[in-house]
């Protein structure tokens, strides 16, 4: 049974899932894991990216990002699940890091650092989520960076069928068990998807209701 399942909700992209896949099979550890990529009714070559590269296929409605990752997350058979985008990479220590970071401290989820490409408000959401998220009185923790135990994503139900369904699911889950942040692991990732209503809207709310945690931490 694998140690880890990397969960990849894939909708069109033929363009960055090779590079994707490439960083997990480039991996440094000596963890199992299995790589599931759940297809949203791609219309491109996702679906045979993702077999030419060894990962599991699931069929998905593409219906919503959250339905994906749920999809995956139910079917995966690893002990922790990370959930990642297609348009995202780990570096090669990112399993062994993160897997010894969550036992370490006994944590239930977790997310880390992060390097984002795109426009000037990509780089604004990369500086909140290295700064600002982790500090949260229940962190946040982006769906293109999610690792998190299965107990624990199963007895919480998963990501919600809401905006910001990422940021929903960060706020349930710690609600019952402690997150956190490993910031000495990178990922990078695109900001192409990052909206300025959905960026200002997050940022806004949550930073508003830990505005006092902030306070005492600076």
Known sequence: MPDVSFVVPARNEADY?????????????????????VDGASSDGTADIARAHGATVLEGTGSSIAAGRNLGGEAARGEWLAFIDADTRVRPNYLTAMLGFV?????????????MT????????????NHVFPRLE????????????????LETGGFPEVPNEDTAFSRRLARQFP????????????????????????????????????????
């Open 17 to 37: 899932l090779p590079d994707c896949l490439e960083s997990i099979a480039a991996l440094e550890t000596d963890y199992v894991d299995e790589v599931m990529v």
């Open 118 to 129: 795109g426009p000037l408000r990509a780089k604004l959401m990369e500086g909140t989520i």
């Open 179 to 218: 997150t956190g942040y490993h910031d000495a692991v990178l990922v990078e990732s695109s900001g192409r998807r990052i909206a300025d209503s959905g960026l200002t809207g997050t940022l806004f709310h949550y930073v508003t209701l830990d505005a006092g945690r902030l306070r005492a931490s600076v």
């Open 138 to 153: 229940r962190p946040v923790l982006p769906g293109f960076n999610f690792f998190v135990h299965r107990r624990a994503f």
């Open 103 to 115: 036992e370490r401290e006994t944590l239930a989820a977790a997310s880390s650092a992060c390097r």
